[in-house]
């Protein structure tokens, strides 16, 4: 079992993975049964050293909001490892929520194999999402199989790679809401996702 609470925090925190697996091992759904809940002014960084590039989080089962990462506030930088085998109701790796101080930059690593019934790799209810790297693939959802992005703030897709992940309905790749908005532009690769790469509902 792992849970990690970063409540009130105002450091800036590394997790180099290095190979290894933490897992919250939630063999059934559970409410909270994320694996990291972020409430704080500082930031969490996730990276893997590992030559093999190994390192995994994974085994959030979550009734409500987020797999693997609750961001309500805060800073998240994923720059390596493995985000998989996650499940919530809404965001299967990542759920981001305060509407101006919920930062997630992705650059490296890969979020695959995550479900949810919207946004099977990231929700985002609110808050800023910056991808400029790294992969995510394989993830299902009903609505926006890759990201659901339902947030007055601004999604930035400048690279990395959004494929082959399927949305039963509408959004394989990426599901944009009412009033989303997005910039996609640079090396970004939305391709290849069942049920659409790009949706926007208005």
């Known amino acids: 079992c792992a849970l990690a609470l970063l409540d009130g925090c105002k450091n800036n925190l590394t997790i180099d993975l290095n190979g290894y697996t933490i897992n919250r091992n939630a063999a059934s759904p559970g409410n909270k049964q ?13 990276t ?38 996650n499940t919530a109701t809404y965001g299967g790796a990542i759920y981001i929520n305060d509407k101006d101080d919920a930062f ?16 099977g790799a990231i929700y985002a209810n609110d808050g800023y999402l910056y991808v400029d790297g790294g992969e995510i693939t394989g ?9 659901y992005w339902d947030s007055l703030n601004v999604a930035y897709y400048t ?13 394989g790749g990426v599901y944009v809401a009412d009033y989303g908005k997005i910039f996609v532009g640079g090396d970004v690769q ?11 509902s208005n």
Not at 49 to 65: F, R
Not at 104 to 119: D, F, L, P, R, W
Not at 159 to 171: E, L
């Open 34 to 46: 994320y694996v990291f809940y972020m409430d704080c002014t500082g930031s969490l960084t996730i």
């Open 48 to 85: 893997d050293s590992s030559e093999a590039q190994t390192g995994t989080i994974t085994g959030g089962n979550n009734t409500g909001d987020g797999g693997a990462f609750y961001v309500d506030y805060g800073t998240l930088k994923i720059k390596g490892g493995n985000i998989t085998g």
């Open 104 to 119: 997630v930059y992705i650059s490296g690593g890969k979020i695959y194999g995550n479900t949810a019934e919207e946004g």
């Open 139 to 147: 993830n299902t959802a009903e609505y926006g199989g890759g990201i």
């Open 159 to 171: 690279g990395g790679k959004i494929y082959g992940n399927t949305a039963k309905n509408n959004g």
């Open 190 to 200: 939305i391709t290849d996702n069942e049920v659409g790469n790009l949706y926007i």
